[in-house]
């Protein structure tokens, strides 16, 4: 249990419909960031339902601990849904245990939603029964589906985040560049624009000014990354970490028959994005976006209208979001460019990390 306080590469084939990232300074507002808890160990995701809040905790170096937690009311994190769940260690049966877990979400059946890469750690090769997701009710905290993934994980997938959309579950890969869909009726998984340009991160990533460095002196690269789902279903918002972020018609990425070259015909240039730790979708169609380079948040309208929410120097890789029922935006500040997977093997986070929320009176998407 941790002890939590509450409280390059230019893209010249883009076309010129791209806007491109605007300059404005964030409006003013009488609401700020909120600090809702603390932690020194980092955490990069938060959900949140009924008044409960859970955490995920990547552990990019492998180290062991809680990878899913409950942040209760006295400052403490209970490890989530068992201390047994958060138990795994090398070489042992890793089907219900998190090897290493990326995000979390409610989904629209209300089950919390938790993606295991599978990986010990950062560029590390999956784990036998390692990729998967998993459903947790936490009305009874019990976790009632898994779907594993081994079928459509490569040894240096890195399964990212997911999204739905009916009968689908879309997934991002990471580490080998792919999109994966599963579909639900029939429990078919497959991968998708692979290694396709679409997917690929062509340009470094930044944060506070800086290219990322992994500890070998190459480049970071976090594929295809962020997701977002439109509140219709009709199309899917997609892009590596670097940017910038295309979208598609979800019937062609439904359609299994669609050959991967045949998807990529149909995908268009949305915006052209910034280095982003995360995303997240209001119920009127908005992407949120997280700038990790200027330290703020970007509004991004469904007819590509760019304008600057915030910007705070606490925004240190502000990471996956979620939009509670309040109004509400939880970010959490994992200063992941401080870690030393993404700074040349030198670590200078600042700890105790934070996660915030910020009023915005918008409402959530639950799909």
Same mark, same amino acid.
């Given at each position: ?5 509450? !409280? ?10 791209? =806007? ?25 995701? =938060? ?21 899913? @937690? ?34 979390? $979400?409610? !989904?629209?059946? @209300? ?8 990986? /010990? ?8 029964? !390692? ?18 993934? +081994?079928?459509?994980? $490569? #040894? ?37 624009? #692979?290694?396709?340009?679409?997917? &690929? ?5 930044? @944060? ?63 915006? +052209?994005? /910034?280095? &982003?730790? !995360? ?61 030393? #997977? ?7 986070? #600042?700890? /105790? ?12 998407? $639950?799909?």
């Amino acid at each position: 249990m941790y002890n939590v306080l509450l !409280g390059a590469l230019g893209l010249s084939m883009l076309v010129a419909a791209c =806007v491109t990232v605007d300059h404005q300074p964030a409006p003013p507002t009488t609401n700020s960031l909120v600090t809702v808890g603390q932690s020194n160990v980092i955490w990069n995701g =938060v959900a949140t339902s009924n008044g409960r809040i859970f955490v995920c905790y990547p552990h990019n170096d492998g180290s062991a601990g809680t990878r899913i @937690g409950e942040l209760l009311s006295d400052g403490s994190v209970q490890p989530y849904p068992t201390t047994d769940w958060n138990s795994w260690t090398p070489g042992t049966p890793a089907a219900q245990k998190f090897v290493r877990t990326n995000s979390i $979400r409610f !989904g629209p059946d @209300g089950y919390l939603w938790i993606v295991d890469t599978g990986t /010990p750690k950062t560029d590390g090769s999956v784990v036998q029964n !390692g990729p998967k997701l998993i459903a947790v009710d936490i009305a009874t905290d019990q976790v009632v589906k898994s779907i594993g993934l +081994d079928n459509v994980a $490569r #040894e240096k997938s890195f399964v990212d985040d997911l999204r739905f959309n009916g009968s689908y579950i879309y997934v991002t890969d990471a580490g080998v560049p792919a999109l994966i869909v599963h579909n639900t009726q029939n429990g078919q998984s497959r991968r998708t624009l #692979e290694n396709d340009s679409l997917t &690929t991160q062509r340009r470094p990533l930044y @944060g506070e000014g800086k290219v990322l460095y992994k500890p070998t002196g190459e480049l970071v690269k976090l594929h295809a990354d962020q997701m977002e789902v439109s509140p219709d279903g009709s199309t899917y918002y997609f892009q590596t970490a670097a940017g910038p972020m295309y979208s598609v018609p979800t019937s062609a990425l439904n359609d299994a028959s669609l050959a991967s070259a045949d998807l990529a015909k149909q995908v268009k240039l949305f915006y +052209d994005t /910034p280095t &982003t730790g !995360g995303t997240a979708m209001d119920a009127d169609g908005n992407i949120y976006l997280n700038d990790a380079n200027q330290k703020k948040m970007i509004k991004i309208t469904p007819t590509g209208q760019a304008s600057t929410v915030l910007q705070d120097d606490r925004l240190v890789w502000g990471d996956a979001m979620w939009i509670d029922n309040e109004g509400y935006i939880w970010i959490p500040a994992p200063q992941m460019n401080r870690t030393p #997977e993404f700074n040349r093997g030198v670590s200078v986070v #600042e700890f /105790p990390v934070k996660l915030y929320k910020l009023k915005l009176d918008v409402k959530p998407l $639950r799909r």
